[in-house]
């Protein structure tokens, strides 16, 4: 069963665009983490946000964690042609336990 | 450091057939998790094994059971294929439980 559901499924913007996926989730987690596919590859981390963080930034992205909505978003700014892929929330609800991935947000940039 | 290796990379089966795919963690990195990837379903957590024991177990039928070597290096095996598992199968090495690096995937297909 997914634990995070990605909000838009599908998302489409213009380069130098900032971009904006959410996340919701339904149980308490002890941290959320993004991760990015390339058309059907493995995934790639990109960022980790642990339940007593709110906020957090590397490079041009942007990641928002509200535990009290269980809801987290991402934000891509200045998006780039090489931003197209598909964008998953994984959540654990303990350190060591299963991490869960949510069905994902299909990011396409327009030239 | 290497990455995680996936073999095979594409693989036929018939039905009723059994298949064996395997993955190399990166070196150092004692828990493995592998996950079944279909259009409908998205990401689906099979299972993970650390230092040879299974930790955590996804809600798939026992036709789905995995190992975990002394080398960490771990195997899946699907026994008595049905048409519905055919999917991307993904492995995900970490170090600790929460960022995992994914291999490339093998892609399974049952006709």
């Known amino acids: 069963s997914q634990q995070g559901e990605e909000d838009p499924q599908a998302l489409s913007i213009q380069e130098g665009e900032n971009a904006t996926m959410n996340c919701s989730y339904k149980t308490s987690i002890n941290n959320l983490q993004w991760y990015r596919q390339n058309s059907g590859r493995g995934l790639v981390h990109l960022i980790l946000i642990r339940s007593n963080e709110r906020e957090k930034h590397s490079g041009r992205l942007r990641v928002t964690l509200d535990t009290s909505k269980k809801s987290s978003s991402l934000l891509i700014t200045a998006s780039r042609a090489a931003d197209t892929a598909s964008y998953f929330c994984?959540?654990?609800?303990?350190?060591?336990?299963?991490?869960?991935f949510g069905k994902g947000t299909r990011l396409h940039i327009l030239p | 450091k290497a990455g995680v290796t996936q073999t095979p990379r594409y693989l036929i089966k018939t039905r009723g057939q059994q298949v064996t795919l395997s993955c190399s963690p990166i070196s150092g990195h004692r828990s493995v998790s592998w996950y079944q990837q279909t259009p409908g379903q998205g990401l689906q957590f099979l299972f993970e094994?650390?230092?040879?024991?299974?930790?955590n177990k996804g809600n798939f039928p026992g036709r789905f059971s995995g190992r975990q070597f002394s080398n960490s290096r771990s195997e899946m095996n699907v026994s008595t294929l049905e048409l519905g598992d055919s999917a991307l199968y993904l492995c995900a090495s970490s170090l600790q439980a929460d960022h995992q690096y994914f291999g490339p995937g093998t892609r399974l297909t049952v006709l």
């Open positions: 094994y650390f230092s040879e024991t299974q930790r």
């Open positions: 994984a959540t654990a609800m303990n350190r060591d336990d299963k991490i869960i």
